[in-house]
C-alpha cells in the first residue's frame, strides 16, 4: 500500500540525523540561521568530533515548542 510506505518512510526520514546544511536545506533556512538556534538554545544539536549532527523528530519538536 502506498500510504503504508509513505509512513513507513516518513517515520524513517524523522529518526535519521541530518547534517546542518541538510537541515538547512529541509527547513529552507541558510546554515547560520541553524547555528544562531542551537546558540540561543532553540534548537537541539549533537556533537561527534567535529561533526554536529541534527535528529528531525527532535529539531521539529523544539519547534513546535516555539509556536506555542
Not at 536545506?25 to 532553540?42: C, D, E, K, T
Amino acid at each position: 500500500n502506498t500510504n503504508e510506505h509513505s509512513r513507513a518512510l516518513l517515520s524513517t526520514i524523522k529518526n535519521r540525523y541530518l547534517s546542518a546544511a541538510e537541515l538547512a536545506s529541509y527547513l529552507g533556512v541558510g546554515r547560520n540561521s541553524i547555528a544562531n538556534w542551537v546558540r540561543q538554545g532553540l534548537i537541539p544539536e549533537i556533537r561527534l568530533g567535529r561533526r554536529r549532527l541534527y535528529r528531525l523528530d527532535r529539531i521539529e519538536s523544539a519547534l513546535e515548542q516555539l509556536e506555542r
